[in-house]
């Protein structure tokens, strides 16, 4: 079986600042980095070094620019375990901590911390995986709690309750507190080991003296466009973060609503399940009530956990390859962007255009307009309902606002500089460091007739100046069709062509050029922006009930303070092809 | 695969960043060391809180980086131990384990204190102190451990159980001599009631015991299945393991031959139907062949696991699909799919791993992936390694797909082909040509035009690359690629690309044999392409000049050969004067050949030759250019080939070396070779055998153990559960319980339920613990009952049970 060696945490300049040894002799964490450290980024998170004694292999992960390692020795471990198990520890920590997590923060409060690790594995088994149940059984010193979670808006005031005397007399009260809850696991208090052993993963009695309820969903896109603009695929990927601040154990029960999509489709939790594919819960949910009736039903943990994961096919399930629906415009985002390469009068200048699809631009670029009529045609689709209205909003859900565009284009190593770039609005620049083009644009500055940004790139200096014919294959000229039961005859035929056009130098000259540059044009092009507010998909909260009969320590005329937060990121998620 | 802390990421922005270190900056606790004596004097303090800051700094220096020496402390730390405090208890644990190994003596002088903490009235203190003792890394302990650990296995709470069954890995770590004594342990704790006890006692079976024996496991298996959707991920995880291990040898493979029957995996294929026309002829015939029957047990674990596909722990669904792959791989395995897609969401480090194990799934089960095809489409944000792992799905379902997929996916494979990453271009250019291998004609033959066309780029680099999967193409079928060869050859007036041009030359000499003979004799299109390349000789690389007069030596060789045979047909067939003739050339050219092969300088015998064949004269000027290469190692090779050649009549040993059949080149799809590691398995990443432990061939049939042994067994560990719990309840007293109410009742929430009666507290606890297990003769049925619930069953359960409390 894969047993847990040890854990090493590095800051984010590779200097050692944590290391825990479970069990047996792991290669030491300062022998582990230089071999690390010799693969270039992005590490591979599990790399084996046979040169070690004994061979090891290395698991890391990064969170917030911390680096986790954890190395294996022994005999085969299951990867995902270990890294799993990383990052537990790092949600752990985070919890503790506040996130971000910061090397400073551990640092100081190591006490902290090395009873998180050795909580989380006894020994080397996993065997504590619950950031919030951990809260049982690690001694915080009630100032470090108050002052690290207070600020944060984790429960950390109410967490340690009759702590803030200090002295003397507030440690014993939380050595009564712990002897409470010891004493609630034992078997000696049935109702209490009901409560303690049937929710293992919230801690026992929480308290808050303001029950508040808070729902983010945040979907990360993940489209594809062809160089023609059709949609390869399109994807949100959601994740739903609970926020639960509620006294005793609170039953809750949250319903989704698809916000049109999949109408028709059986009842409601059935469209639910088909527009939130292959989700996956946090084990409080209760799947039974998820597969029959389309809602989440749970007992939370304390605090601010992951309650699922979902993914949507933008495309919708039924979309064919040839239908004409594949438009990006049909997905309704709120910006499109595109690429024109090989312009100028030596190809040596590439166009992007960032367009607002959506809306009814009078003066808008021919491309905008072709795209108004994709949008035309397929206007007819239900998933017309949840496109993003533009708006300058506060980022609720009835006026969502626009966090800042960047395109990023990606340009070949050979590009030496990029000698222009004219953004009509925004600013532009090269980095030379991982050669790309970056452009922002604010949300307020990017209107209805979009942005262009023009650039021209200069290759390298060698082949800048010659006849770029002699390097040339020349071969653009004849396109070369294979074909199995062409008649030899044809060979001839081709080669006269191939002759003829040979013989247009100038023509040549300029195709060549073009050519040459084609080499110097960036192949992709990536879009990242923000929205609050909105969500691809058009998921929406329907409603978040508690259930006062079924929860427990909790008052019936307790009326939580419920919040609901959208958001769809696309970090360099949007990709254009070209 | 869901975490918290990456979800914030998102959420949070750089304001929090600033916020924190704004904090960072402010007034702190001071963490200034102290000197050495003073530590000690807090932790002589009276004062728990003095006591504490003692201790921490203490731990503080222990993981500070460098580690400062804490060892001094170890008697004064050992003290504290006698304090009530439960505060103080964790960091002096912490430091006894961490620096018990290195003072043994002084560490034994704390065993006593800890072993009374073993009867502590406070449960948590006892999983505490049982922890600790057992890991403390003195072997002479071993025997206490063990004791402690019996105890703790009949101990009334769970968490002490768990404990318990945690410390048994540590107990057999520190001493081997113990282990019949822990899996005695073991096979109690797996019997546990309490669902993660029995997780925790699965781990420890999987670290202490060997996957042979399986005794203690009969007994407790179909509880265990019912048991693991509650349990926590570790403890699936490892049960999961387990079970793979157990059903293989213990639940043989019977296979029935049948017709057909509407099975659920038929309907999966069904569906697929229309997504791929061309395969569904092969997979109705697989269905015709075999269908396994499942034990029922099997069954039930395969349908119990289930669930686990929605959890949010990327480990657990890989064991699930693991679990289904190695186990039910027709039946069950399509469903786990759609979650093993789902991994691809998850950060970058465990998607990396998924994807390994997604090629190994897919190299089984291609088809199965097909609906998928998006997720894999490449983005070029990711990482190298991801996409070289996407790329080989994308070909592996390639062969599956339907025609317009296809096209799609190699107008993908064409896009990233000219791509400015040489390292992506040369894995979508083998990716195409592993493409090209697919069964179906038209396909490959599209994938050819998609390579051939590569060649026109400007990209060096691709055109090499395109070359060589070119040239594996051809080399697997020559007489289909006849005229391809020739058309490559006349591609040879533009390519630039040295090792495109190499790679031509190479297979002009290899195949276009059989074009020379339609040609006519001697001539043919690779004497010609010879002429020509001659020609530009000194113009080309290195590499191509040899391939250059490789393919000479080729055609000349060929044309002795084909002139040996015309002598002999002629021998045959008697003519007289024509034998004399060609027994008059022959000798001529012997002789020349031999001045050839004499003095290669001398132009004489040349120039007197008008008469002779021009291949011949060739042959020979492209050997004076072999000559005055630079480079030894063409001129080395061109000399082995004169001397290979200088006698025209016994070709036979230059024919068996330039002329022997090539080995055709395999390009199978980069995980092929890592097909022998087990999903889920560090071995599959790092593509290294690293001493994991295989999985089981199936048992034979009628070598399995006898499933009576599940059947009885669990009735009677029902009935040891069922009396241990009674044998709990009797032992503690009613008024014990309502004191620890009381005591717990100091809080403001359970006031309220401390008024509740003694009646109400005991329902609850049967309805929680044994699921409506009361007493006596009805147990056995009840037991029997519950045997058949679902995983259903045992949540609206837990929600009944919360009902309970109003």
């Not at chain 1, 640092?107 to 998180?116: G, K, P």
């Not at chain 1, 009759?162 to 010891?182: D, K, N």
């Not at chain 2, 049948?258 to 038929?266: P, Y």
């Not at chain 2, 979650?339 to 199965?368: K, T």
Request: glycine share 8%; aromatic share 6%.
């Amino acid at each position: 079986m894969s047993a847990i060696e040890a854990v090493h945490i590095f800051d984010e300049h590779n200097n050692l600042l944590l290391t825990h040894t479970y069990t047996g002799r792991p290669s030491p964490p300062l022998v582990l980095l230089p071999l690390y450290l010799q693969h270039a980024a992005p590490r591979p998170s599990v790399l084996y070094f046979p040169s070690l004694h004994p061979p090891t292999v290395l698991y890391s992960i990064v969170q917030d620019n911390l680096l986790f390692f954890s190395p294996s020795s022994g005999n085969d471990t299951e990867p995902l375990l270990v890294l799993e198990f990383l990052h537990r520890v790092a949600d752990a920590l985070e919890e503790f901590l506040g996130s971000p997590l910061l090397a400073s923060k551990i640092a100081a409060n190591y006490d902290i911390v090395a009873q998180i690790l050795a909580e989380v594995a006894d020994a080397g088994t996993v065997c504590h995986g619950e950031a919030n149940a951990l809260r049982d059984v690690v001694e915080t010193e009630p100032g470090v709690l108050n002052n690290l979670l207070g600020k944060v808006g984790l429960p950390g005031n109410a967490a340690v309750p009759g702590l803030q005397g200090g002295g003397p007399l507030a440690m014993s009260g939380s050595g009564g507190g712990i002897q409470r809850t010891g004493s609630g696991l034992s078997a000696l208090q049935p109702a209490q080991t009901a409560q303690g052993s049937a929710i293992p993963w919230r801690r026992n009695n929480v308290k808050h003296t303001s029950n508040e309820l808070y729902v983010d969903i945040v979907e990360t896109l993940s489209v594809t466009l062809a160089p023609s603009g059709r949609l390869l695929s399109a994807f949100a990927y959601g994740s739903i973060a609970f926020t639960s601040k509620v006294s005793g154990v609170p039953d809750l029960l949250l319903s989704l609503s698809t916000g049109g999509k999949g109408a028709g489709m059986g009842n409601r939790g059935d469209q639910l399940r088909a527009v939130m594919e292959r989700t996956v819960f946090h084990p409080c949910v209760r799947l039974g009530r998820w597969k029959t009736e389309g809602v989440l039903s749970f007992v939370p943990p304390d605090g601010r956990f992951a309650l699922c994961g979902y993914e949507v096919d933008l495309l919708g399930p039924e979309v064919t390859l040839t239908a004409g629906k594949s438009t990006y415009g049909s997905l309704g985002l709120p910006a499109g962007v595109e690429i024109t390469v090989g312009l100028g009068s030596s190809g040596n200048e590439f166009e992007v255009r960032l367009t607002q699809p959506t809306t009814s631009g009078g003066g808008a670029s021919i491309a905008t307009a072709s795209l108004q009529s994709n949008l035309s045609g397929g206007s007819g689709i239900g998933s017309r309902s949840s496109s993003y209205k533009p708006g300058v909003g506060t980022g609720d859900s009835k006026a969502p606002s626009l966090d800042k565009f960047t395109v990023r284009v990606p340009l070949p190593t050979a590009v030496r500089s990029v000698t222009e770039l004219r953004p009509s609005k925004g600013e532009a620049h090269w980095n030379p460091v991982d050669g790309s083009v970056e452009w922002r644009v604010a949300a307020k500055d990017f209107g209805p007739l979009g942005a262009v940004l023009r650039c021209t790139i200069q290759g390298p200096l060698a082949a800048d100046g010659d006849g770029a014919g002699a390097v040339l294959n020349g071969m653009t000229a004849t396109t070369y069709d294979y074909n199995d039961d062409e008649p030899a005859s044809a060979y001839q035929t081709s080669d006269g062509q191939e002759k003829q056009s040979n013989g247009v130098p100038a023509q040549v000259s300029r195709e060549a050029k073009v050519e040459k540059s084609r080499e110097l044009m960036p192949t992709s092009t990536t879009l990242s922006f923000s929205v609050k507010g909105w969500l691809a998909s058009g998921l929406r909260v329907e409603s978040l009930l508690l259930d006062n009969k079924k929860s427990r320590g909790l008052g019936p005329e307790v009326k939580p303070y419920k919040g609901v937060k959208y958001l769809t990121v696309s970090r360099e998620g949007i990709e254009l092809r070209c | 695969m869901e975490s918290i802390s990456r979800i914030s990421s998102l959420l949070e922005t750089a304001r929090d960043l600033t916020l924190e270190a704004a904090r960072d900056a402010g007034p702190r606790k001071s963490t200034r060391p102290l000197p050495v004596p003073q530590i000690k004097k807090l932790l002589d303090s009276r004062q728990e809180r003095e006591v504490l800051d003692g201790l921490r700094r203490i731990i503080a220096m222990q993981y500070a980086n460098p580690p400062q020496a804490t060892l001094t402390f170890f008697p004064a730390v050992l003290k504290t131990l006698s304090h009530p405090y439960p505060s103080t208890r964790p960091l002096v644990y912490n430091y006894l384990i961490h620096h018990a190994e290195l003072d043994p003596d002084t560490a034994l002088l704390s065993i006593n204190t800890i072993q009374k903490s073993l009867s502590d009235s406070n449960p948590r203190v006892r999983a505490m102190a049982l922890k600790t003792m057992a890991g403390i890394r003195v072997p002479v302990i071993s025997q206490i451990v063990s004791l402690a650990i019996k105890k703790g296995v009949s101990d009334l709470s769970p968490l002490v159980r768990k404990a318990a069954a945690l410390a048994c890995v540590k107990c057999v770590r520190l001493d081997e001599t113990t282990r019949p004594q822990v899996e005695e342990y073991l096979a109690v704790l797996l019997a546990d009631k309490q669902y993660y006890v029995a997780g925790a006692a699965v781990q420890a079976f999987m670290e202490v015991c060997s996957t042979e024996r399986f005794d203690s496991i009969h007994p407790v298996y179909r509880r265990l299945c019912r048991m693991v959707v509650d349990m926590d991920e570790w403890g699936q995880i490892a049960l999961l393991k387990l079970m793979t291990v157990y059903a293989r040898r213990c639940f043989p493979r019977r296979i029935k031959r049948t017709k057909r029957a509407q099975t659920r995996e038929q309907k999966v294929q069904d569906f697929y139907e229309d997504l791929e026309p061309e395969t569904q002829p092969q997979s109705s015939e697989a269905d015709y062949e075999e269908t396994s029957i499942a034990d029922p047990d099997l069954t039930l674990f395969l349908t119990s696991i289930a669930p686990l596909l929605q959890s949010r722990t990327s480990a657990v669904i890989l064991a699930v699909a693991s679990a289904y792959l190695y186990l039910a791989p027709t039946t069950h395995l399509p469903s786990a799919i759609g979650p093993l897609i789902a991994l691809l969401r998850s950060p970058q480090d465990i998607q990396q791993v998924a994807l390994h194990n997604m090629v190994q799934v897919c190299l089984a089960q291609p088809s199965l992936f097909v609906p998928y095809y998006r997720h894999f489409l490449l983005r070029s944000t990711e990482p190298p390694h991801a996409r070289g792992l996407k790329l080989e799905v994308l070909t592996l379902i390639f062969p599956s797909c339907s025609p317009d997929i296809q096209s799609l996916l190699l107008a993908e494979l064409g896009h990233f082909s000219r791509s400015p990453d040489p390292a992506l271009v040369r894995e979508s250019v083998r990716a195409i040509g592993r493409c090209a291998q697919s069964p179906n004609p038209t396909s490959s033959r599209r994938c050819l035009a998609l390579l051939l066309n590569q060649l026109h780029s400007s990209d060096d680099n691709l055109v090499g690359e395109a070359m060589q999967v070119i040239r594996h193409l051809i080399q697997r079928s020559p007489t289909e690629h006849r005229k391809t060869v020739i058309r490559l050859a006349k591609n040879l007036d533009h390519l630039t690309s040295a090792t495109a041009r190499a790679g031509i030359v190479w297979l002009v000499g290899e195949f276009a044999d059989c074009a020379g003979d339609e040609v006519g004799q001697g001539g043919g299109v690779a004497a010609d392409v010879w002429r020509i390349l001659v020609k530009g000789y000194a113009g080309e690389g290195e590499e191509v000049r040899g391939q250059i007069v490789g393919l000479g030596a080729k055609v000349y060789l060929r044309w002795l050969n084909e002139r040996k045979k015309e002598k002999e047909e002629k021998m045959d067939n008697g003519v007289g004067d024509e034998l004399s003739l060609s027994t008059r050339t022959g000798e001529n050219h012997d002789g020349e050949e031999r001045g050839f092969a004499e003095d290669v300088l001398a132009h004489q015998p040349q120039e007197e030759k008008t008469t002779s064949h021009p291949i011949e004269l060739l042959w020979q000027h492209t050997l004076l250019l072999a000559r005055y290469t630079p480079s030894y190692h063409l001129r080395d090779r061109a000399r082995l080939y004169r001397a290979l050649l200088a006698i025209p009549s016994s070709t036979e040993l230059a024919s068996l070396l330039l002329l022997a059949p090539k080995p055709v080149p395999q390009a199978p799809s980069p995980s092929e070779s890592r097909r022998a590691y087990l999903l889920g398995s560090a071995s599959l990443v790092v593509g290294e055998d690293l001493r994991g432990v295989g999985l089981p061939e199936w048992v034979e049939d009628g070598r399995e153990p006898d499933a009576g042994l599940r059947e009885e067994g669990g009735d009677g560990k029902a009935e040891y559960v069922g009396h241990r719990e009674r044998g709990g309840v009797g032992s503690v007293s009613a008024g014990e319980r309502l004191d620890g109410v009381l005591a717990g009742g100091a809080g403001v929430g359970v006031a309220k339920k401390g008024g509740r009666t003694l009646d109400a507290w005991l329902d609850e606890e049967d309805g929680k613990e044994s699921s409506g297990e009361s007493e006596g003769s009805v147990e056995s049925e009840e037991e029997t009952s519950t045997e058949d619930e679902s995983e259903e069953e045992s949540e609206s359960e837990e929600d009944e049970e919360a009902g309970l409390v109003k």
